[in-house]
């Protein structure tokens, strides 16, 4: 009976015969040596549920005794904490900063969402200038995106100043500055 045990990403790849089977990693709770030269993988699922390996009958990968195979079988699963999405603390740190950075991209976007003008000049009847900021923006401050609405012959034209959304016009200057 020959037992290839191959360090397969995420799992154990196990073949026993011809016979393949797949143990997660993450499901190892506990790799040690029981009996001679049986190696005992605890899956946490009770004792019906473990895994026993006779380190006389693996071929892959070579070992000199059951301790050594026991540590090559240990280094399988502790090389895995560097692949993506294996639950480490480490790896969970990382992806909880990745979310507050994201949710901080979240909250800048939504700050800049054109929802409803700040400010409507419609002292023109036929412009309009609508003035997205953020409340309380002054208006002699460069924090304003202006959109200017056009109507000619029941035509309504919309254009950006500077052709663009960003937040960086003064509003007190809407009448003066290009749209495109």
């Known amino acids: 009976m020959a037992t290839v045990i191959e360090n397969n990403g995420a799992s154990l790849k196990i073949t026993e015969d011809g016979a393949t089977r797949f143990v997660l990693k993450n499901q190892i709770r ?25 380190q006389a ?11 050594d195979l026991r540590d090559q079988l240990m280094g399988f699963i502790q090389t895995s904490t ?61 924090v304003w995106a202006i959109q200017k609405v056009t109507k000619v012959k029941g035509v309504l034209t919309y254009q950006w100043a500077a052709g663009n959304k960003t937040f960086d016009k003064i509003w007190n200057n809407r009448t003066a500055l290009i749209y495109s």
């Open 30 to 54: 506990e790799v040690e040596v029981v009996r001679d030269t049986i190696i005992k993988l605890d899956i946490g699922q009770g004792a019906l549920n473990n895994i026993f390996i006779d």
């Open 82 to 142: 560097s692949i993506v999405g294996f639950a480490t603390e480490l790896n969970q740190n990382k992806e909880l900063e990745t979310l507050k950075s994201l949710q901080t991209t979240i909250n800048a976007l939504n700050e800049k969402m054109f929802i409803d003008p700040i400010l409507i000049d419609e002292s023109n009847p036929n412009v309009i200038y609508n003035g997205y900021a953020l409340p309380g923006a002054k208006a002699a401050e460069p």
């Open 57 to 67: 009958s693996v071929t892959a990968p070579a070992s000199t005794g059951v301790e």
